[in-house]
Protein backbone atom coordinates (compact mmCIF):
# COMPACT_ATOMS: atom_id res chain seq x y z
CA UNK A 1 0.00 0.00 0.00
CA UNK A 2 2.91 2.48 0.71
CA UNK A 3 4.02 4.15 -2.93
CA UNK A 4 7.42 5.28 -3.12
CA UNK A 5 5.88 8.66 -3.46
CA UNK A 6 4.48 7.89 -0.01
CA UNK A 7 7.42 6.44 1.26
CA UNK A 8 9.36 9.91 0.33
CA UNK A 9 6.86 12.11 1.60
CA UNK A 10 7.63 11.00 5.28
CA UNK A 11 8.56 13.84 7.23
CA UNK A 12 7.18 16.66 5.01
CA UNK A 13 4.86 19.68 6.51
CA UNK A 14 1.17 19.50 6.23
CA UNK A 15 0.09 22.19 8.08
CA UNK A 16 1.23 25.17 10.48
CA UNK A 17 -0.25 27.51 12.74
CA UNK A 18 0.27 30.31 15.25
CA UNK A 19 -1.42 31.29 17.68
CA UNK A 20 -2.55 34.52 19.71
CA UNK A 21 -1.18 35.72 22.34
CA UNK A 22 -2.75 33.83 25.57
CA UNK A 23 -4.59 35.80 27.72
CA UNK A 24 -4.63 34.66 31.36
CA UNK A 25 -8.11 34.46 30.49
CA UNK A 26 -8.12 31.83 28.27
CA UNK A 27 -5.95 29.42 30.69
CA UNK A 28 -8.21 30.44 33.87
CA UNK A 29 -11.10 29.32 31.60
CA UNK A 30 -9.47 26.42 30.27
CA UNK A 31 -9.13 25.41 33.63
CA UNK A 32 -12.40 25.66 35.18
CA UNK A 33 -13.37 23.49 32.25
CA UNK A 34 -11.22 20.93 33.24
CA UNK A 35 -11.15 20.44 36.37
CA UNK A 36 -15.31 21.16 36.26
CA UNK A 37 -17.23 20.60 39.06
CA UNK A 38 -14.10 21.10 41.19
CA UNK A 39 -12.37 24.63 41.26
CA UNK A 40 -8.96 24.37 39.52
CA UNK A 41 -5.77 24.78 41.22
CA UNK A 42 -4.82 28.24 42.25
CA UNK A 43 -1.53 27.83 39.70
CA UNK A 44 -4.01 28.41 36.86
CA UNK A 45 -5.36 31.61 37.92
CA UNK A 46 -4.56 33.41 41.38
CA UNK A 47 -1.40 35.63 40.55
CA UNK A 48 -0.11 35.48 43.80
CA UNK A 49 -0.07 31.56 44.35
CA UNK A 50 1.08 30.82 40.79
CA UNK A 51 4.42 33.27 41.84
CA UNK A 52 5.42 31.33 44.61
CA UNK A 53 5.19 27.93 42.75
CA UNK A 54 7.62 26.34 40.93
CA UNK A 55 6.66 27.85 37.77
CA UNK A 56 6.96 31.36 38.81
CA UNK A 57 3.99 33.06 37.45
CA UNK A 58 0.28 31.71 35.66
CA UNK A 59 0.73 28.85 33.17
CA UNK A 60 -1.49 26.80 31.50
CA UNK A 61 -2.74 22.79 31.94
CA UNK A 62 -0.75 20.64 29.96
CA UNK A 63 -3.86 19.89 27.87
CA UNK A 64 -4.37 23.76 26.47
CA UNK A 65 -4.91 24.21 23.27
CA UNK A 66 -4.50 28.03 22.03
CA UNK A 67 -5.69 26.78 18.63
CA UNK A 68 -9.18 25.70 20.34
CA UNK A 69 -11.26 28.93 19.00
CA UNK A 70 -9.05 30.60 16.35
CA UNK A 71 -6.04 31.06 14.95
CA UNK A 72 -3.56 34.29 14.45
CA UNK A 73 -2.20 32.67 11.07
CA UNK A 74 -3.64 30.99 8.87
CA UNK A 75 -6.64 33.90 10.70
CA UNK A 76 -9.51 32.71 11.42
CA UNK A 77 -11.61 29.52 12.61
CA UNK A 78 -10.46 26.60 12.08
CA UNK A 79 -12.79 24.24 9.31
CA UNK A 80 -13.23 20.51 9.69
CA UNK A 81 -10.59 19.28 7.14
CA UNK A 82 -10.64 16.02 5.46
CA UNK A 83 -14.22 14.57 6.96
CA UNK A 84 -14.55 10.80 6.03
CA UNK A 85 -11.86 10.86 3.05
CA UNK A 86 -9.23 8.44 3.83
CA UNK A 87 -6.90 10.32 1.01
CA UNK A 88 -7.05 13.78 2.80
CA UNK A 89 -2.88 13.52 3.87
CA UNK A 90 -1.48 12.23 0.81
CA UNK A 91 -3.71 14.95 -0.79
CA UNK A 92 -2.74 17.50 0.93
CA UNK A 93 0.90 16.61 -0.40
CA UNK A 94 0.37 16.67 -3.82
CA UNK A 95 0.74 12.75 -3.84
CA UNK A 96 -1.54 9.92 -4.92
CA UNK A 97 -3.16 8.13 -2.23
CA UNK A 98 -3.58 4.53 -1.24
CA UNK A 99 -7.55 4.68 -2.35
CA UNK A 100 -8.67 2.89 0.70
CA UNK A 101 -12.30 3.77 1.79
CA UNK A 102 -12.34 3.26 5.35
CA UNK A 103 -10.19 5.05 8.15
CA UNK A 104 -10.17 5.48 12.12
CA UNK A 105 -8.46 7.05 14.77
CA UNK A 106 -5.71 4.81 16.44
CA UNK A 107 -4.55 6.82 18.99
CA UNK A 108 -2.32 9.72 20.52
CA UNK A 109 0.30 10.12 22.35
CA UNK A 110 1.99 12.85 23.60
CA UNK A 111 5.41 14.79 25.26
CA UNK A 112 5.12 17.71 26.92
CA UNK A 113 8.07 20.36 27.29
CA UNK A 114 8.05 23.65 28.52
CA UNK A 115 4.44 25.12 29.73
CA UNK A 116 2.48 27.54 28.09
CA UNK A 117 2.79 31.24 30.15
CA UNK A 118 0.30 34.63 29.75
CA UNK A 119 1.22 36.14 26.46
CA UNK A 120 3.10 33.11 24.87
CA UNK A 121 2.44 32.96 21.13
CA UNK A 122 2.28 28.80 20.14
CA UNK A 123 3.61 27.60 16.29
CA UNK A 124 2.07 24.29 15.38
CA UNK A 125 3.53 22.38 12.55
CA UNK A 126 2.40 19.26 11.50
CA UNK A 127 4.62 16.58 9.77
CA UNK A 128 4.03 13.59 7.79
CA UNK A 129 5.76 11.38 10.44
CA UNK A 130 5.57 8.10 8.93
CA UNK A 131 3.55 4.69 7.59
CA UNK A 132 3.46 0.82 8.17
CA UNK A 133 1.32 -2.05 7.22
CA UNK A 134 0.21 -4.81 9.23
CA UNK A 135 -2.54 -7.82 8.28
CA UNK A 136 -5.96 -7.39 10.37
CA UNK A 137 -9.22 -9.27 11.04
CA UNK A 138 -10.68 -6.91 7.98
CA UNK A 139 -7.46 -7.80 5.76
CA UNK A 140 -3.92 -5.33 4.70
CA UNK A 141 -4.39 -2.16 6.85
CA UNK A 142 -2.64 1.39 6.75
CA UNK A 143 -1.22 2.83 10.15
CA UNK A 144 -0.31 5.98 9.22
CA UNK A 145 1.50 8.79 11.69
CA UNK A 146 0.75 12.35 12.00
CA UNK A 147 3.20 14.49 14.60
CA UNK A 148 2.24 17.63 15.89
CA UNK A 149 5.14 19.83 17.08
CA UNK A 150 4.63 23.20 19.20
CA UNK A 151 6.93 25.61 20.30
CA UNK A 152 7.02 29.41 22.09
CA UNK A 153 8.04 32.32 20.92
CA UNK A 154 11.73 31.48 22.30
CA UNK A 155 11.58 28.66 20.11
CA UNK A 156 10.88 26.63 22.93
CA UNK A 157 9.60 23.47 22.87
CA UNK A 158 6.11 22.96 24.58
CA UNK A 159 4.24 19.61 22.64
CA UNK A 160 4.47 16.94 20.71
CA UNK A 161 1.38 15.05 19.85
CA UNK A 162 1.28 11.94 17.66
CA UNK A 163 -2.07 10.72 16.28
CA UNK A 164 -2.09 7.05 14.71
CA UNK A 165 -4.74 6.97 11.56
CA UNK A 166 -5.61 3.56 10.76
CA UNK A 167 -6.89 2.95 7.18
CA UNK A 168 -8.24 0.05 5.36
Do not use: H
Not at 10 to 16: D, Y
Not at 90 to 102: F, H, N
Not at 103 to 132: H, K
Amino acid sequence: MISDAMRAATGRELSRAVSYPVSASDIRRWAIAVYYPAEPPPRYWDPEVAARSRWGGIVAPEDFNPFAWMSAEPRGIPRGRGGSDADFTERCLGIDGPGLAQQLNGGCSVEYGAPIRVDDVITSVQRLAGYAERDGRLGRMLFTDLESTWTNQRDEFVKRATLTLIRY
